[in-house]
C-alpha cells in the first residue's frame, strides 16, 4: 500500500517537472527591446521514516517556485544593458533632439524629449540592428510614470541620458527615434555627420 502511495506521489512530482517546463518559455517584451523570462524550479524531497517495530515509510514533498528575469538585450547584436536616466524635467515646449557619444563598450545618448504631461518618463521602447544597413537603430519612447497621481496638465521637456553597455564592439552607425505623443522623428544619425 504504502508503495502505491510512493508511487502515485512521484507520478505528481513528474507532472509538476513537465508543467515547470512549458512555464518556462521566455516572453519579449514589446518592440523586441528585451526579454522577460520566468525560470520555474521544482523541488522533490522525500524524507524516510522508520518506526520501532520496524515499519518503513516515506513521504515525498514537492517545491515549485519561480524567479522572473528581465533583461535589456535585443537578441541581435551584444547588447548586455540598456537604462534611461531622466536629467530635468520641466513644463515648457517639448524639443526632440538627441547626440550620440560612443565610449569603451558603452554608448551614450543625451537627448530631449516631449512629454504629453508632468508624469511622463522616458524609456528605451526598442533597440535592434537593420538587417540591410547595418545601423543600430535605438528608439526612445515616452510612458506614464506608474504610481502618480496629481499630474501636471502640461506639455513636458524631459532630458535623460540613456546608457547602453555592450559586451564587445559598439555600433559605429547608429540612428535616434523618438517616438512620443503620437509622432516619430529621427532625431540623431551618426552616418549624417
Do not use: F, H
Given at each position: 500500500?504504502?508503495?502505491?502511495?510512493?508511487?502515485?506521489?512521484?507520478?505528481?512530482?513528474?507532472?509538476?517537472?513537465?508543467?515547470a517546463g512549458c512555464l518556462s518559455r521566455d516572453g519579449g517584451s514589446p518592440g523586441g527591446s528585451g526579454s522577460e523570462s520566468t525560470t520555474t524550479t521544482t523541488t522533490t524531497t522525500t524524507t524516510t521514516t522508520t518506526t520501532a517495530d520496524?515499519?518503513?515509510?516515506?513521504e515525498m514533498t514537492t517545491k515549485t517556485g519561480s524567479?522572473?528575469?528581465?533583461?535589456?538585450?535585443?537578441?541581435?547584436?551584444?547588447l548586455k544593458d540598456g537604462t534611461v536616466k531622466v536629467l530635468s524635467s520641466n513644463?515648457?515646449?517639448?524639443?526632440?533632439?538627441a547626440s550620440v557619444e560612443v565610449k569603451d563598450?558603452?554608448?551614450?545618448?543625451?537627448?530631449?524629449?516631449?512629454?504629453?504631461?508632468?508624469?511622463?518618463?522616458?524609456y528605451l521602447k526598442s533597440t535592434k540592428t537593420d538587417a540591410k544597413t547595418g545601423t543600430y537603430m535605438?528608439?526612445?519612447?515616452?510612458?506614464?510614470?506608474?504610481?502618480?497621481?496629481?499630474?501636471?496638465?502640461?506639455?513636458?521637456?524631459?532630458?535623460?541620458?540613456?546608457t547602453l553597455t555592450f559586451a564587445g564592439s559598439v555600433p559605429k552607425s547608429v540612428k535616434v527615434t523618438h517616438e512620443s505623443m503620437g509622432k516619430s522623428k529621427v532625431v540623431a544619425n551618426t552616418d549624417d555627420s
Open positions: 500500500m504504502q508503495r502505491r502511495d510512493i508511487l502515485k506521489r512521484a507520478g505528481a512530482a513528474t507532472t509538476v517537472g513537465i508543467l520496524g515499519t518503513t515509510s516515506e524567479e522572473t528575469t528581465t533583461s535589456a538585450g535585443d537578441g541581435e547584436s551584444n513644463c515648457g515646449t517639448p524639443k526632440n533632439e563598450s558603452r554608448m551614450v545618448i543625451t537627448g530631449t524629449i516631449g512629454g504629453s504631461d508632468s508624469c511622463a518618463i522616458p535605438v528608439t526612445v519612447g515616452t510612458k506614464q510614470k506608474s504610481g502618480t497621481v496629481g499630474c501636471s496638465e502640461c506639455l513636458t521637456k524631459i532630458e535623460y541620458r540613456a
